[in-house]
């Protein structure tokens, strides 16, 4: 198979398992709904609050690479450009993981296997399936960024850089360590001529990492969520803010010691080297660096998502695993017994240990008995107007300025006393969906039912739609 075929293919299973899975209603509110109501905000010129988050877009995690995204949605507002552009994003990853191969002068071939490894590699297609994320578009950004510096191609650098800082504002700790490792180690094996740009690369990935760090942290997201950013509660046994947080490790580092040396940690690293073990080496560990901060940050959290490959946390690793790769590639010894065939066999084996297409066939069906029923309600929903409805149904009714789901916890495990926020009810009373229950569902139904502004617009298989009445003119 050629490279083109290869990227095409994969680019159209990532797509198409995202699209698969939203309209079987498991994608969500949170993350796929909240940057699908934002962008769409920010496309129609409005404040991009998040109504689902309860604050600015911003105040998330100052991803102002949404605003470029929402010229897309100026053209046709659906949540499908979201799923192309992530699923583009990944493809591309691997592209840049077989040039950056051309370019250590590895064998065509082998540096074609290496690319099928990385989309093999299960955190690619397990993050794709998980809604949408900014940051998976830094995978490819981070890979294009060396591939820039390698050439000599410094305005390229630097544009991937700004890049990378828009997805996420933790990245910024990536860059500074993209920096160091850019200063300490690559420009002395860097082609001659290149070697002062590498220099400079390195300073200014310090420098721009760092400020942005400082600004997004301190000033963007205080100032547009009105709280510290919201992860540092995943760190809440290190303290209660960023600069309490920082302060401890430097001072207490035995709070982080029983953390970093646990059986927890000791698998987290299993799972991110296993599919690849074919190809790394401990002589060749200096391309990890620009990963550390997320290593270390997902070390560290009290989250265990964190430190699985379902989620899109490890992603930030998954350019310099492969890096490290290509770096061992480069040892004669290593290239003249490296076996594709082998190598592959080994990459396919742990996608099919470690990836989550089996969720097609189990929780992804749980609630398709639901299903035609809620499309039909769907399309009896005809105006932007406030919604409230689960988890599930929220991202396919996000372009409006309110939208909310049934938090149990968000409504105290009770209904709402006023209905003012919402034009339209829609309840799955068998699949009450993400942080709600059967007896909280049953409860929001009963309020309803009694609630004299509203009536009953729809109900079949348990699925109810409720609609405001509205006065006659």
Partial sequence: MSMLAMLLCAFLALLGCSVVRHHLFQSGGYDLGIFD???????RGEVPFSTI????????????????????????????????????????????????ALQAEV?????????????????????????????VLAVPLFLAAI??????????????????????????????????WLLRFESRRIQKRWQQRCQVAGWVAIALGSAWFGIATFWVIPHFSGSEPAAISHYSYLGSSVS????????????????????????????????????????HWDPWIPALPTLGLNILSSNPAYRDLVHQYALPVVPFLFLAIIERMKTPCFQARFAKKAALTWSLLAFLALGKYTFFGSIYLQSLDTWQ???EALAQIATQGGVLTTHEIC???????????????????SPPDQWDFFDYVLLNS??????????????????????????LLYHRDGVYLFSRLREKP
């Fill in 37 to 43: 109501q934002s962008i769409y905000l920010i496309s």
């Fill in 53 to 100: 988050r309860g604050i600015h877009i911003l105040g998330d995690h100052a991803a102002f690479i949404l605003y470029p995204i929402s010229f897309l949605y100026r053209i046709v507002p659906s949540v499908y450009w979201l799923f192309g552009i992530q699923s583009l994003a990944l493809t591309l990853g691997a592209l840049a993981v077989y040039h950056l």
């Fill in 107 to 135: 064998d065509p071939g082998k540096a074609k296997t290496i690319a099928a490894a990385y989309l093999l590699y299960p955190a690619i297609f397990n993050a794709n399936l998980f809604d949408f994320h900014p940051e």
């Fill in 147 to 180: 591939l820039c510096i390698r050439s000599g191609k410094l305005w390229g650098f630097l544009l991937c850089l700004s890049g990378i800082l828009g997805c996420k504002a933790v990245l910024s700790l990536n860059v500074v360590a993209l920096g160091v």
């Fill in 244 to 283: 309490e947080i920082i302060q401890n490790l430097v001072l207490k580092p035995t709070l982080v010691l029983g953390k970093f040396f646990s059986l927890d940690t000791l698998f987290y690293g299993f799972l991110l080297i296993i599919p690849v073990a074919w190809g790394l080496s401990w002589r």
């Fill in 373 to 375: 029923a809620t499309r």
């Fill in 395 to 413: 991202p396919h009714l996000t372009h409006r300025r309110v939208i909310y789901f049934t938090d149990e916890s968000r409504f105290k495990g």
């Fill in 430 to 455: 068998r699949h009450p969906g993400w942080r709600s229950s059967l007896e909280f569902s049953h409860a929001l139904i009963r309020a309803l039912q009694k609630e004299t502004s509203f009536r």
